[in-house]
T-cell receptor, first 116, second 113 residues
């Protein structure tokens, strides 16, 4: 079955340090891939998305993500974290279903804490 | 810039009571969704409406009903609330294409006692 896995439930980084959040998917082909961010008490906001082409995609707020087909991964990165980046981050994948249609599946999220 | 608006933001119910969560979007989107968010489980799709006049079950539809009232509005009803339905509920909308970004409301926190 199609699935999205975010292996890290919590991550803590110091302000100014680099960040990498992991995301793996299980699927027979390449799905459409997304990263969303959720600030406390808010809904989710799209950071970036990947459909095809260049495997390194740029998003808002200085985030980028790299798609690696061989590893079925779509990891989110930021070179220098700011205190305002503290939030929960969700990876999502849109899979084509064998019976037709498509399904957007979210990972369970990674909570990012930023130490000053 | 209203985007997606959900009401109410907070609600406390007793077991067996009914209630309706309202959602409206002003982006002329075709598709609308209801998700629930529970700790450690991410977002799970309850129901969705691919276009005005259609609704379909998602992953966790039991205990819920929906109505796509018009293109703007999509409501979620709990007919007989249960403690297992304590959650944060999010409405979202999109253009309806696979590439389409989901736009989320701010959420409705529901507690069932």
């Amino acid at each position: 079955a199609q699935s999205v896995t975010q292996p890290d439930i919590h991550i803590t980084v110091s302000e100014g340090a680099s960040l990498e959040l992991r995301c793996n998917y299980s699927y027979g082909a390449t799905p459409y891939l997304f990263w969303y961010v959720q600030s406390p008490g808010q809904g989710l906001q799209l950071l970036l998305k990947y459909f095809s082409g260049d495997t390194l995609v740029q998003g808002i707020k200085g985030f980028e993500a790299e798609f690696k087909r061989s590893q079925s991964s779509f990891n989110l990165r930021k070179p220098s974290v700011h205190w305002s980046d503290a939030a929960e981050y969700f990876c999502a994948a849109d899979f084509i279903l064998t019976g037709g249609g498509n399904k957007l599946t979210f990972g369970t999220g990674t909570q990012l804490k930023v130490e000053l | 810039n209203a985007g997606v608006t959900q009401t109410p933001k907070f609600q406390v119910l007793k077991t067996g009571q009914s209630m309706t969560l309202q959602c409206a979007q002003d982006m002329n989107h075709n598709s609308m969704y209801w998700y629930r968010q529970d700790p450690g489980m991410g977002l799970r799709l309850i129901y969705y409406s691919a276009s005005e006049g259609t609704t379909d079950k998602g992953e966790v539809p039991n205990g819920y009903n929906v109505s796509r009232l018009n293109k703007r509005e999509f409501s979620l009803r709990l007919e007989s609330a249960a403690p297992s339905q304590t959650s944060v509920y999010f409405c979202a909308s999109s253009t309806g294409t696979r590439a389409g970004e989901l736009f989320f409301g701010e959420g409705s926190r529901l507690t069932v006692l």
